[in-house]
């Protein structure tokens, strides 16, 4: 097999990269494998904590899609085995384990919504149980030691804990070790990670390496900040961008990230050639509203086609610019007469997830009856005979309240 030229490909793998450990090395895996026609063997793992993928998740799945075009072989670990560990990866705690039932459900969601990024046709799945769940008590105490608590210890979640006097629970060691045991058994040239994975992929390296193996190259990509603009992207910060929601609410979500945000978001999340991104730079400069809209239509665009971008495009200026309420806005009817608690209204036409959702919402000032702003969770409304009211939650549900 030809591959793209050296050069060519450390371009386009280092786009948005952090830190590639040690990129030495994989310029000369690089060179090996455009001499022999082998591809590089790329790893990601996941663990299935969560079912829905975010524009975050989309910055490392679309590295692997960027090796996967210039030809090498990638494969998508699920880690069913580890995910019943749990990694404290970023966290002052360990995450709660899963049960096998979750992990499955939320592995199958991953998958379909990956495909959206990967070619599916030419991407590897495999689940890291199949060759770490047969491993013996025996296996593992050899395996642990080959790596020392002082090197665990230079951890930084680890290392804070531990001068914090947080207890750290042993099974806490043995996840990096599980990981790192996964590009033993695949034999990884390169593995893929977030900068907050760097010490787990760096164990692999130790791993292989005292296996006899030539240890993978680690590349390190950034944690995406959400909508908030600092945070990192997390459904628990309620600041991301999901890559299967509505292309309405996806379009109007990216319209909200910050304008310092925007170049960093067309340069890590879309599929804009890299030699244009120097240009970007001078639209925000010059234009950034604009730029931001363009930004909008094109994540839009690749995730739901370009209809669903000029239709969200269409939604927006009709309900935020002109302040209209949409046409396809669903309408409910109630009967002249009838009295309602809006946060039934609310929470039984589906407009938010939950009641404790619409009565913060409803305090903040998120909710609005024809562009009065209701603030009490107790608001009722009586509805006489012709009623056609707006109702408004968030910035971009609607419905219609109709007594005929």
């Known amino acids: 097999m030809s591959f793209p030229s050296v050069e060519h490909q450390l371009e386009v793998i280092k786009r948005g990269a952090v830190e590639i450990v040690p990129e030495p090395e994989l310029v000369e895996k690089l060179k090996n494998s455009r001499a022999s026609g082998d591809p590089l063997k790329i790893k990601l793992g996941c663990d299935p904590t969560r079912p829905d993928l975010h524009l975050g998740h989309s910055v490392i799945l679309r590295k692997m899609r960027q090796f996967q075009d210039l030809g090498h072989h990638i494969i998508l670990i699920i880690g069913d085995f580890t995910a019943l560990i749990g990694d404290p ?35 590897e799945i495999v689940y890291n149980s199949d060759w770490l769940g047969p491993i013996s008590f025996e296996d593992v105490i050899k395996l642990s030691s080959r790596l020392t608590v002082a090197r665990m210890i230079e951890r930084d979640d680890f290392s804070k804990r531990f001068s914090s006097n947080e207890p750290i629970s042993l099974h806490e060691f043995l996840y990096p070790l599980a990981q790192g045991q996964d590009s033993v058994h695949l034999r990884s040239d390169v593995e893929l990670g ?126 935020v610019v002109n302040k209209e309420v ?14 309602h608690r809006l946060l039934d209204i609310i929470s039984d036409a589906g407009l938010t997830q939950s009641n404790g959702q619409t009565k913060r919402m409803i305090k903040q000032g998120g909710v609005t009856i024809n562009d009065e702003k209701i603030k009490d969770i107790n608001h009722e409304i009586t509805f006489t005979e012709g009623d056609s009211l707006n109702l408004k939650v968030g910035k971009r549900k609607f419905a219609k309240l109709i007594s005929p």
Request: aromatic share 8%; hydrophobic share 30%; charged share 30%.
């Open 326 to 339: 949409p046409d396809d806005a669903p309408e409910f009817m109630f009967d002249a007469g009838s009295t």
């Open 89 to 123: 990866t970023g966290q002052n705690k360990t995450r709660p384990s899963l049960s096998a039932e979750e992990i499955k459900e939320n592995a199958k969601s991953y998958l379909d919504q990956a495909g959206r990024i990967l070619d599916r046709d030419k991407t």
């Open 194 to 319: 977030g900068t907050d994975q760097k010490f787990n992929l760096l164990v692999g390296r130790d791993l292989q390496r005292a296996d006899g193996q030539d240890p993978q190259v680690c590349l390190m990509m950034p944690l995406l900040e959400g909508t908030d603009g600092s945070k990192k992207m997390s459904k628990s910060y309620d600041n991301y961008i999901g890559i299967s929601e509505p292309p309405n609410d996806m379009y109007g979500k990216v319209l909200s990230i910050p304008d310092h945000l925007i170049y960093r978001y067309y340069e890590l999340v879309t599929d804009l050639p890299t030699e244009e991104l120097p240009g970007i730079k001078q639209n925000v400069s010059a234009d950034p509203r604009n730029t931001k809209h363009d930004l909008a239509f094109r994540i839009t665009r690749m995730y739901h086609g370009a209809s669903a971008a000029k239709q969200a495009r269409k939604h927006f200026e009709q309900t």
